[in-house]
C-alpha cells in the first residue's frame, strides 16, 4: 500500500507531501492543512523544517493518520456509500462525552424555543395572552375595590336600617375585618 514512501527518502515540500498523502489515503489533504499541522506540532516526526516546510516521506502517511481526524472522509469514496456521522457514546476513555451536546438535538431544541416565543408574542398581539404585569395589576385593584365595598357595609347598613346602633355597626365592622384579615393570610378560622 505504501510503495511510495520507500522510493522517497529525501525531504518534501508541503504541496508535494499533500498529493503524496492523497494518493497513498485517499483522503483529501491540502498544502495548507499539512502547514497547519506543523506549526501546531501535530506531525513532530514527519516535519523536519518549519521554514520553508520539510516533511520526512518515511514518516509522513503514517503520521497524518494517527494525527487527524478519522471520520474525515476518503475521497474515492462513492458518494452513495458515504454515511452520515452519528454521535458516537462516551466511553471510558471520554469521560467528557456526555458534556458535548449533540449538535441536531440542540439545534431542534433551539428551533422550538423559537417557534414557542413566536407563538406566544402572535397570542399577545391577539388578546388571548396577558402580560404577568398587567393581570397582578388588575388582580391588585379588584382586591382594593373589594376591601373598600366591604369595609363601607356597615355605614350603609346604619344608613339603611336605622334602628341599628352603634354597638351593632361595630360588630358588624369587626365580623367584616376579621373575615379581610382570613382571606389575607390565607388561614380559615375554625
Partial sequence: MLGCMAVATEPLNSTK??????????RNCSRQNLEKLCRAGRLPRSCISLSPIRLDPDRLIEEYLSNTDTRQQQSE?????????????????????????????ERALHEREK??????????????????????????????????KLLGVP???????????????????????????????GQEAA
Fill in 77 to 105: 469514496q462513492p458518494a452513495a456509500a458515504r454515511q452520515p456521522r452519528r454521535p458516537q457514546p462516551a466511553t471510558a476513555a471520554d469521560p467528557g462525552g456526555e458534556d458535548v451536546p449533540n449538535y441536531n438535538e
Fill in 17 to 26: 507531501a499533500a498529493e503524496l498523502i492523497r494518493s497513498e489515503t485517499g
Fill in 155 to 185: 355605614s350603609v347598613a346604619k344608613q339603611r336600617i336605622p334602628h341599628l346602633d352603634v354597638k351593632e355597626v361595630e360588630i358588624l365592622m369587626g365580623l367584616i375585618r376579621e373575615a379581610l384579615a382570613e382571606l389575607a393570610t
Fill in 115 to 148: 417557534r414557542l416565543l413566536a407563538q406566544l408574542a402572535r397570542q399577545e398581539k391577539e388578546g388571548e395572552l396577558l402580560r404577568r404585569e398587567d393581570v397582578d395589576q388588575a388582580w391588585g385593584r379588584a382586591v382594593n375595590l373589594t376591601r373598600t
